[in-house]
């Protein structure tokens, strides 16, 4: 049962452009969603994360955007850079502090000049 | 400290062969946790440890799998009788108790069982 659903697959944006990646949850006991960034040959690195009580989070050109109701949140990068042509992955944990983390299947992102 | 250290980096194994894997976790977190990520997958949970006690298994880890963390310091992945299913990246990460810092994770050790 794949708990995290995320999309696109991959992505190609322009330099400058916004790249914007969705993903949605069915587990309703998640309670702490972060975004992983993981670069070829190295292993996911935390990015950003939010909590659901908190509508959107921003850290740099990175924001994260999520909907309670509709169990969904979304990853925004601003301005994007060739460096930040990674492949993105959503989580999500569920309460009592970061134990197993469900992982979305990712998204390929490739920011062209 | 450089992280959550990974050995080796890469393991090319023949099917039906034992294999070792062997993590060194950030010195001061006392989580640990073993994940399997497929190509164009994202990783999956397989088994996690507070200091040495193991507390949660997946059902992914059979009884071919062990994992064991002495000391509650580094851990080892043990996989028996190797399948070629079993080809994948095994990725280590640590952190603290409670932390809401994230998993630090290590490089992996990309598996291929031929």
């Known amino acids: 049962q794949q708990q995290v659903k995320q999309s696109p697959q991959s992505l190609i944006v322009q330099k400058g452009g916004i790249s914007i990646i969705n993903c949605a949850y069915e587990?309703?006991?998640?309670?702490?969603f972060p975004w992983y960034q993981q670069f070829p040959g190295k292993g996911p690195a935390l990015l950003i994360a939010?909590?659901?009580?908190?509508s959107e989070k921003k850290e740099g050109r990175f924001t994260i955007s999520f909907n309670k109701s509709a169990k969904q949140f979304s990853l925004h990068i601003m301005d994007s850079q060739p460096g930040d042509s990674a492949t993105y992955f959503c989580?999500?944990?569920?309460?009592?502090?970061?134990?197993?983390?469900?992982f979305g299947t990712g998204t390929k992102l490739q920011v062209i000049p | 400290d450089t992280g959550v250290s990974q050995d080796p980096r890469h393991k090319i194994t023949k099917r039906g062969q034992n294999v070792t894997f062997r993590c060194d976790p950030i010195?001061?977190?006392?989580?640990l946790y073993w994940y399997r990520q497929t190509l164009g997958q994202g990783p999956e949970f397989l088994t996690y440890?507070?200091?040495?006690?193991?507390?949660?298994k997946s059902r992914l880890l059979s009884d071919r799998f062990s994992a064991e963390r002495p000391k509650g310091s580094f851990s080892t992945l043990e996989i028996q009788r190797t399948e070629q299913g079993d080809s994948a990246m095994y990725l280590c990460?640590?952190?603290?108790?409670?932390?809401?810092?994230?998993?630090?994770f290590g490089s992996g050790t990309r598996l291929t069982v031929v």
């Open positions: 990460a640590s952190s603290y108790t409670g932390g809401q810092a994230g998993y630090t």
């Open positions: 587990n309703t006991a998640f309670d702490y």
């Open positions: 939010i909590r659901p009580d908190v």
């Open positions: 989580a999500a944990t569920p309460p009592g502090g970061y134990q197993k983390v469900t």
């Open positions: 010195s001061e977190h006392n989580r």
């Open positions: 440890f507070q200091n040495e006690a193991q507390l949660e």
